[in-house]
């Protein structure tokens, strides 16, 4: 059973930084079954968004809200993947996801997370 565990959510004020892990387990061949991670945000009566995306070679993809601002990384070796989130502010506030897109070759599916609270204070 593959299961994702994101930490590093808090509170911060606008300019701060914060970095969120997503650590994954069950799964045997790490976090290299998986083909792409994504990090995802809902903030209070609004629809889940796509922020940032890292592919299993490294390519990365964002919003354009949070371009220049956020950086997706994985560590395969770690099974971890991070999402590094600079110049903070207030509109970032959200309840962050992880989500695995597993290698359906390997038999993976589709995995998400509990989710990790960024509140950033003006």
């Known amino acids: 059973q593959v299961q994702l565990v994101e930490s590093g959510g808090g509170l911060v004020q606008a300019g701060g930084s914060l970095t969120l892990s997503c650590a994954a387990s069950?799964?045997?061949?790490?976090?290299?079954?998986?083909?792409?991670m994504h990090w995802y945000r809902q903030a209070p009566g609004k629809q889940r968004d796509l922020v940032a995306s890292?592919?299993?070679?490294?390519?990365?993809n964002y919003a354009d809200s949070v371009k220049g601002r956020f950086t997706v990384s994985r560590d395969n070796a770690k099974n971890t993947a991070y999402l590094q989130m600079n110049s903070l502010k207030p509109e970032d506030t959200a309840v962050y996801y992880c989500?695995?897109?597993?290698?359906?070759?390997?038999?993976?599916?589709?995995?998400w997370g509990q989710g990790t609270q960024v509140t950033v204070s003006s």
């Open positions: 069950g799964t045997i061949f790490g976090l290299n079954a998986m083909a792409w």
């Open positions: 890292i592919g299993r070679s490294g390519f990365t």
């Open positions: 989500n695995a897109k597993g290698d359906s070759r390997l038999g993976y599916t589709d995995y």
